[in-house]
């Protein structure tokens, strides 16, 4: 599915799975103060990923083409933060 924004997570919990055979399986579970989709929004890569939240969250999120606009604006910030996504 096809990545649009990048969430930033302040408070809750949420999980990261994947789905094989209709059977879905949630592997890995991530706290407050990480973000999701940045990786997909960089590289405009489609996820391979199902999120789910534990917790009820709360956070701000940026659209894809506002990052677009950032990183042409800023190439040294947005190499960093992609190096630090990869």
Not at 13 to 22: H, L, Q, S, V
Not at 40 to 67: E, H, Q, V
Request: net charge positive.
């Amino acid at each position: 599915q096809e990545v649009l924004e990048i969430h930033f997570v302040m408070t809750g919990t949420y999980y990261i799975g994947y789905e094989i055979n209709k059977i879905v399986k949630m592997k890995i579970q991530l706290p407050l103060g990480t973000s999701f989709g940045g990786f997909n929004c960089c590289f405009l890569k489609r996820s391979m990923f199902i999120y789910k939240c534990r917790l009820p969250m709360t956070g701000y999120a940026m659209r894809r083409d506002r990052w677009m606009e950032i990183e042409e604006e800023f190439p040294e910030m947005s190499l960093e933060i992609k190096k630090h996504l990869v």
